[in-house]
């Protein structure tokens, strides 16, 4: 059975006290969640240990990074690299969110090579793909999303693209209040896991876990995720409200 999974995203957002209140709040409530089930915080890079340590003895619960540079190592100040994101046992990373493509030009193929660095590194990229509102209103979304996953995806060996987690998020919905119908997302998620289908086989298609995000909130969480092809969500301002992301974990199905 694939994983569902509620994501954090908590961008570059609280001071290091409110983080680990947050957490604090988030873990002290009890969750029936099974082995499927799992809850990823992405944090900034320097809360990573703190936060993991948080977290330590909660079995579901793991953190993530935001980013992974897309060089090994050398001259590029400001990085952080896989490899020292795996030498903290950090075992996730997002990459490719629509605001590291828009605000620091992040394309498919430097997406590419930070999925062959995460991977090389034990790191479970979770692969952020999505349309802008003008894609959709020239409904060639379907289209431009499978590009997006041809060209930093499908190079992959079936071993390799088996331990990636794809998010769906339409950039029109992220941090806009305003989200994808749970149609919209199923409709969607049901495409990409066709075209993996047709690159990888059945089996590969139907383990791999495929989240929304884009206003994902508690009062939504439970209708989208209930739809079949979606498999939890990646959650950005909800997530920094302890009740409202403990409802969205408590919506995983
Ligand atoms: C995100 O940043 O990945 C996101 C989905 O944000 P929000 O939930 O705020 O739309």
């Not at 799992?38 to 579901?60: D, R, T």
Request: charged fraction near 20%; charge should be negative; hydrophobic fraction near 40%.
């Amino acid at each position: 059975m694939r994983k569902q999974i509620a994501a954090a995203n908590w961008k570059m957002n609280l001071n290091l006290s409110e983080a680990k209140n947050l957490v604090n709040e988030i873990i002290s409530s009890s969750y029936g969640l099974n082995n499927d089930q799992i809850v990823l915080i992405a944090v900034p890079f320097p809360y990573l240990i703190e936060i993991q340590h948080l977290l330590k003895g909660n079995s579901h619960f793991n953190v993530c990074a935001q980013n992974c540079a897309s060089t090994c190592n050398g001259a590029y100040t400001g990085e952080v690299s896989a490899k020292m994101l795996n030498e903290l046992n950090v075992n996730y990373v997002i990459i490719g969110h629509s605001e590291r493509r828009l605000l620091y030009h992040e394309d498919n193929k430097t997406l590419a090579q930070k999925v062959d660095l995460a991977l090389e590194n034990k790191l479970t990229p979770i692969f952020c793909c999505g349309e802008a509102l003008e894609t959709r209103d020239d409904e060639n979304q379907n289209n431009f999303v499978e590009n997006q996953l041809k060209e930093s995806l499908f190079h992959l060996s079936a071993e390799h693209f088996s331990k990636i987690v794809i998010a769906y998020e339409p950039i029109w919905a992220i941090g806009t209040g305003k989200t994808a119908s749970s149609d919209q997302a199923q409709e969607m998620h049901k495409h990409l896991r066709k075209v993996i289908e047709g690159k990888y086989g059945v089996a590969i298609s139907e383990s791999t876990s495929i989240l929304y995000g884009g206003s994902v909130k508690a009062s939504n969480a439970k209708e989208i995720f209930s739809k079949a092809d979606v498999d939890g969500g990646l959650v950005g301002g909800a997530s920094l409200i302890a009740n409202e992301f403990i409802a969205i974990i408590n919506s995983l199905k």
